[in-house]
């Protein structure tokens, strides 16, 4: 693994923050602002790009800011991960983006200024965080992804956003000031070191009993993975603007969190280190309770929102869950599940936010029939299930397939129930909703002809249906990215 | 050159406050002026000796050549280059913003007014660079007795808030005095580094205790340490715009060198932390004092008040860091001196720029800040989260190395107040975001209601006049850089001290 300095990460990091001073300047013109939003969105992805062929050819790319603290350094350093998951956020920022001018105008939303602003802000945060060289600068990432959607969160500044919106930044401060920091001091102070390495920095240093309470501080810790119970967070944030809920609370900001997971668990402690204590199972097993209980409490949510958001709290625990079981295949699904996750939850909120869009409702059970009326967006909705769900032809699929291989790789067929359980659990919350779409009997309120919603609305969610199905043939770098990140664990065999 | 500037950096501010006093009977643009031109070459002269004792060179300069014990020597080390630096860049980017208050407050005490400040950072800067205990105690008075004129300067409450101060203070500033004096009994020195040679050979002395005693309890009342503060919101809260630039950022930071000062050189980190086994009572006394304090600001609702209670409790959080005894914690407590000065400057600064805007202290009754003042209440945000102790923001990295302090030394009530306070300050500030940067407009969504707001939005920005929004935008500037730039702190200057 060869490093070589490079100040690309800087550049894709800085891209969408320097959006902002144009956003803010131009918020006259609606199209002249969304044309920064436009070009940071383009410009990041396509450096993001760019990086790619070198990370695939094993190279690890290297930036350094300052040294932040004797030994500590606020440096960006890509490997096949970071950039895995920021290709994903980085692409989907721009299908939002369209989106979110479908979205925002056709409602009129007020402080358009603002909300641009802060998206673009947060996206800033969300691929420092990606490129993060250290657990310190993952961190500082973090806080600023927390800080950055609040007011996103807040939109509607009416008494329930307010509350939610405390609640939000209540459940990630905590999460971060009262357990994360204390035991990355910790951590600092007995290993002198922060940097992530692939056969972790912990060695030797605690006994077990600790490094069961400091993988706990941090699980819980980075609370945007929303592993129950510091989970109740995602619900509330479900009253930002469709688009928020859509790209940030279904990928940029709950992948963040799980992206911190993941890189704790390989990077800090390493796997070899879990495995050999036996530590993993704990964190499956939270995983595992998290997944059934959010899928159950899914089923009984009449508002659409708040029923994909339970979802996305199970989805999320799959991918811990895929860490947790400590095997290669297990990490692998866990890793493809952050990418076909996010495909198919954000087109599922996509259509969330059509509906709403084209006819105001909000309530599962006031759309039946809506099939009628908007079949692509119905279509697109019944995609979005069945990637969710993993079934084929959708990428979905993959991610649970090797995830469910994971399981029996580390002999704990248990998780492999767990799996399937919730897979069924899937399908019982979502697809009523597609049945009751296109075949509700009865006289509904909606029109027989098609009447879809806005353009910028409804390409969006087809494009990224058609990307879920489009994964399931062809995974392609995914793929590549998540084996070699098994292989850097596993050392390449 | 260099050798020369311990001595000049006192000397010029105090010859300029003479100087700007007087020029007020000529022009009265004159005092701006002269203040401007010493607080710059302050500013130049303390940054060209903290480039100077990078690496732990120490400058010493003997007031008219006369050696200690019988005269006055000042000494520069990276402890005191540090907090100099603070102190002149404060003063100096806080002038314009005084400026700007003195213009339309005090027409025609323009002249005093500039006296006085200059005074009041001569004091300050004296308390840092001298090497004498004694002229310390002068200087305390200098700048003590100069900061409650400042104060008495403000709102109608104001008189009494200063008096109260000044008998507070004084009792303090006594109490240190006859510390000194028991010393320098038993010593026969004045001397910081002569003191601390001979100190530890008395350690044991009762009338030594005795000194200890009196010093620390002396500075942590003129520091504010709670329950010591009871001076300290109501003079803040009402002092004028004007000064409170200056007084409120540095005063008690200040102070807590005095303490680190009094610990390090005069009675060694040995005696002062170990021999008198003060650490765990004091870092207790410390935590509580953060919980109490951080209590208060969130009971308040008077915009400035609360900023006072938050002063207290980063006092608590440097005395506490200090008393560890250990090397984090007296590093968090040196760095935080510089952070927390930088941070209270911006908040201070936003604040006053907010409530002389609004003709509003109470935060329940301020609406639209953010409409209304973008920048203003950006570098507020900025400072709330550097006192919230959010990354990238300078309070983060302070308060890492508090808490590994209290980790290291065992003081787990300590870290725990630390976040504790971290948790609350979040509350505060979001409260404030909440509350008073957004309007409480209905935001209905038909377009009649769309246009009136966009029309209202575009007339509505009235920022503080360009002599505040440039200082305050730079302070948060500050407060970015100063966090990036901790390990290089730490690595150049602070390792060298510990």
Not at chain 1, 405 to 421: K, M, R
């Amino acid at each position: 693994m060869s490093l070589i300095l490079s100040i690309k990460p800087l550049f894709a990091v800085l891209a969408s923050a320097l959006a902002v001073p144009g956003i803010i300047s131009s918020g006259k013109s609606q199209n002249f602002r969304e044309s920064w939003t436009f070009a940071g969105a383009i410009i990041k992805f396509l450096i993001i790009a760019s990086m790619v062929p070198a990370i695939i050819s094993g190279k690890e790319l290297y930036y350094s800011i300052a040294e932040i603290l004797p030994g500590i350094y606020f440096a960006f350093k890509v490997d096949s991960f970071g950039i895995f998951f920021a290709l994903v956020a980085g692409f989907l920022w721009i299908i939002t983006s369209a989106y979110s001018i479908g979205y925002m105008r056709t409602l009129k939303e007020h402080s358009q200024t603002r909300y641009f602003a802060f998206f673009a802000l947060s996206l800033f945060a969300t691929i420092g965080a990606a490129f993060a060289a250290n657990l310190l600068t993952l961190y500082i990432f973090y806080e600023i992804l927390s800080l950055s959607t609040y007011p996103l969160v807040a939109h509607h500044q009416d008494e329930k956003s307010k509350i939610s919106s405390r609640k939000y930044l209540g459940y990630l401060l905590f999460g971060s000031v009262g357990l994360a920091l204390p035991a990355m001091i910790w951590i600092q102070m007995k290993t002198g070191t922060l940097d992530f390495s692939t056969n972790g920095i912990l060695t030797g240093d605690f006994s077990k009993a600790e490094i069961i309470i400091l993988l706990l501080m941090l699980v819980f810790g980075f609370a945007k993975a929303g592993i129950m119970p510091l989970h109740s967070w995602l619900p509330a944030a479900m009253v930002a603007p469709t688009p928020v809920s859509a790209l940030l609370h279904a990928v940029a900001v709950v992948k963040v969190g799980v992206f911190c997971v993941v890189k704790v668990i390989t990077g800090v402690f390493g796997v070899k280190l879990l495995a050999h204590l036996d530590i993993g199972i704990i964190i499956a097993w939270i995983a595992s309770f998290t997944i059934i209980t959010s899928s159950l409490i899914a089923l009984t949510q009449d508002e659409l929102k708040r029923r994909l958001a339970f979802s996305t709290i199970g989805q999320l625990s799959y991918i811990v869950l895929g860490i947790a079981l400590l095997s290669p295949y297990g990490i692998k699904g866990g890793v493809l599940h952050i990418a076909m996750h996010a495909f198919g939850k954000i087109t599922l909120f996509f259509c969330a936010g059509a509906i709403f869009v084209k006819t105001g409702k909000k309530y599962i059970s006031q759309i039946k029939g809506i099939g009628r009326q908007m079949p692509f967006t119905m279509g697109a909705f019944f995609i979005g299930s069945l990637s969710v769900i993993g079934l084929p032809p959708c990428g979905g699929f993959l991610s649970k397939w090797s995830l469910l291989l994971g399981t029996i790789q580390s002999g704990q067929t248990a998780f492999l129930i767990v799996l399937l359980v919730s897979s069924i659990l899937n399908a019982a919350y979502f697809l009523p909703i597609v049945y009751n779409a296109f075949f509700y009997k009865e006289k509904s309120d909606f029109k027989d002809e098609i009447d879809e919603a806005p353009m910028f609305c409804v390409v969006p969610l087809v494009i990224t249906a058609v990307i879920s199905v489009f994964l399931f043939f062809y995974p392609g770098v995914f793929n590549t990215l998540a084996d070699m990140f098994v292989n850097s664990i596993y050392g390449g065999s | 050159m260099i050798h020369q500037l311990p001595g000049l950096i006192v000397i010029v501010p105090l010859l300029a406050s003479l100087a700007a006093a007087a020029s007020g009977w000529v022009n009265r643009k004159y005092p701006f002026i002269i203040a401007f031109l010493a607080l710059s070459f302050t500013a130049y002269a303390s940054i060209s000796m903290l480039i100077y004792t990078a690496g732990g060179n120490v400058l010493t300069y003997h007031m008219s050549g006369w050696a200690p014990p019988v005269g006055i020597s000042y000494k520069i080390d990276a402890l005191n280059a540090l907090v100099l630096t603070a102190i002149q860049i404060i003063a100096l980017i806080n002038l314009p913003v005084s400026n700007s208050y003195v213009k339309y407050g005090f027409e025609k005490k323009e002249a005093p007014f500039y006296g006085l400040y200059l005074l009041f950072i001569t004091g300050l800067t004296g308390i840092t660079a001298t090497e004498d205990a004694f002229n310390l105690y002068v200087l305390l008075e200098v700048s003590s007795l100069t900061g409650y004129a400042l104060i008495g300067m403000g709102n109608t409450r104001s008189p009494f808030a200063a008096l109260n101060y000044l008998i507070i203070g004084t009792i303090g500033a006594s109490l240190y005095l006859l510390g000194v004096g028991y010393i320098y009994i038993k010593t026969g020195t004045l001397n910081m580094t002569e003191m601390s040679l001979m100190l530890p050979l008395l350690k044991d002395s009762s009338t030594i205790i005795m000194a200890f005693c009196l010093c620390v309890a002396g500075i942590l009342t003129k520091a504010a340490l709670f329950p010591m503060h009871g001076w300290l919101p109501g003079a803040y809260s009402n002092g004028p715009n004007a000064s409170m630039g200056i007084i409120a950022p540095l005063t008690t930071k200040v102070m807590i060198y005095v303490l680190i000062r009094l610990g390090i050189s005069i009675f060694g980190v040995e005696l002062f932390i170990e021999s008198f086994s003060l650490s765990n009572f004091m870092v207790n006394f410390c935590a509580i004092a953060i919980i109490a304090a951080t209590l208060k600001a969130l009971y308040h609702t008077k915009l400035k008040k609360i900023l006072s209670y938050i002063i207290i409790m980063e006092v608590g959080y440097m005395a506490g860091g200090f008393f560890l005894g250990n090397s984090d914690g007296t590093t968090g407590a040196i760095i935080h001196i510089i952070n927390d000065a930088a941070m209270t400057f911006c908040l201070f600064i936003a604040a006053g720029a907010i409530t002389s805007k609004f003709l509003e202290e109470d935060i329940r009754n301020i609406r639209g800040i953010f409409e209304k003042m973008p920048f203003t209440s950006l570098a507020f945000a900025g400072g709330a989260l550097a006192v919230i102790g959010i990354p990238p923001t300078c309070g983060f990295f302070s308060k890492w190395y508090l808490i590994k302090g209290g980790f290291g030394a065992g003081q787990y009530l300590f870290a725990g107040a630390l976040i504790f306070s971290s948790f609350i300050n979040a509350v505060i500030f979001f409260r404030i975001f909440e509350k008073s940067f957004f309007s409480d407009k209905n935001h209905h969504k038909t377009p009649e209601n769309l246009q009136a707001q966009n029309i209202n939005t575009n007339k509505q920005i009235s920022e503080a006049p360009l002599s505040v929004v440039v200082p305050l935008v730079s302070s948060l500037g500050l407060i970015i850089f100063l966090g990036l730039m901790t390990g290089k702190i730490v690595e150049n200057y602070i390792i060298h001290l510990i």
